[in-house]
């Protein structure tokens, strides 16, 4: 084994990235102009959903924008909803807003989804956006993917003509991510392989990999032998484990960070590697939503 893997701080560059914000809103206010606006939208109780909303309302705040929440019953009917994506819609103080999701099941997500106005789409998720980023046009990008490529960008990481191994093939993550990946920019260009719950010599494949992706949902899935000397591994996964600790749990990723630490060049710890890069992304996409840049108005 070689020496132990520069550690990707997510948490330095998602306060980098937050400050850079900040100094540009500060201008804006400054000129007595309106500041950018994030609203969301959450329905429910789930406590995984109310403490990732009430984390983005105050990152929000914090670099200087206004944040509102529209908060709803788990029984809210799906016309209700809605009504509510079109007021804000057509709201010109919003500049962006989300729906926290996951949403009951009583409630058509891909609807919800496809009635947000693509120009205040800050989570990236409407299919112009999904649509727009394939082909490579200017998109708000879902946080996640945003998040990684942005690592990737300032830890100057070579991806061109690398394998790059995506586990995982959801429309938030794994997707977006591989369709990135593998285009022609920078980072990107690489040749990308996306594993999910049907692919066979799973571990072969991942074994080939130069930049290893994980966003596969299972704590510690991948293992120091699953990894190539000197790969790249970012880890995309958070659960809580349960830990002989004060709190009683522990917070994991998808990867087996002790011992993949070992064999790798560049690991992504969890907590504070991908994760606090997704606020940052979000407030990112807020900035620029209220720049009318990505869709000029007419
Ligand atoms: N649920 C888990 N991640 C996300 C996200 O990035 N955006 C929204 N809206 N909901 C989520």
């Keep these: 084994m070689g020496k132990e893997a520069k550690i990707i701080d997510g948490k330095k560059i998602?306060?980098?990235?937050?400050?850079?914000?900040?100094?540009?809103?500060?201008?804006?206010?400054d000129r007595e102009e309106k500041a950018p606006h994030l609203a969301a939208i959450i329905v429910g109780e789930d406590p995984a959903s109310q403490t990732y909303v009430a984390s983005k309302e105050k990152a929000a705040r914090l670099v200087g924008m206004t944040s509102s929440t529209y908060?709803?019953?788990?029984?809210?009917?799906?016309?209700?909803?809605?009504a509510t994506i079109d007021f804000?819609?057509?709201d010109d103080d919003v500049d962006g807003f989300i729906v926290q999701l996951p949403l009951p099941k009583h409630i058509d997500v891909d609807k919800v989804i496809s009635r947000i106005d693509p120009s205040k789409d800050v989570?990236?998720?409407?299919?112009?956006?999904?649509?727009?980023?394939?082909?490579?046009?200017?998109a708000y990008l879902s946080a996640t993917p945003a998040g990684i490529m942005e690592l990737l960008s300032r830890y100057k990481i070579d991806t061109e003509g690398k394998h790059c191994v995506v586990l995982g093939r959801s429309n938030i993550v794994g997707s977006p991510m591989s369709i990135l990946m593998s285009k022609k920019t920078?980072?990107?260009?690489?040749?990308?392989?996306?594993?999910?719950?049907?692919t066979q010599n799973m571990e072969e494949i991942m074994k080939t990999a130069d930049?290893?992706?994980?966003?596969?949902?299972?704590?510690?899935?991948?293992?120091?032998?699953?990894?190539?000397?000197?790969?790249?591994?970012?880890?995309?996964?958070?659960h809580r484990i349960p830990e002989n600790n004060e709190k009683g749990y522990k917070i994991v990723g998808d990867v087996d960070y002790e011992e993949v630490k070992k064999k790798s060049s560049f690991i992504t710890p969890v907590p504070g590697g991908v994760g606090p890069m997704t606020i940052a992304m979000l407030l990112r996409n807020t900035f620029e939503a209220s720049k009318h840049e990505i869709y000029p108005r007419v």
Excluded: W, Y
């Design 211 to 238: 930049i290893l992706i994980c966003a596969i949902g299972q704590p510690q899935f991948v293992k120091a032998d699953m990894v190539k000397e000197g790969a790249v591994v970012i880890d995309v996964g958070i």
């Design 14 to 29: 998602s306060k980098k990235i937050k400050e850079e914000i900040r100094k540009e809103i500060s201008k804006i206010i």
């Design 88 to 90: 804000l819609n057509n």
């Design 71 to 82: 908060k709803f019953k788990e029984d809210i009917e799906e016309d209700e909803l809605l």
């Design 186 to 198: 920078k980072p990107g260009n690489a040749t990308v392989t996306i594993c999910h719950s049907k």
């Design 123 to 138: 989570d990236g998720f409407h299919p112009m956006n999904v649509g727009r980023m394939a082909i490579g046009q200017q």
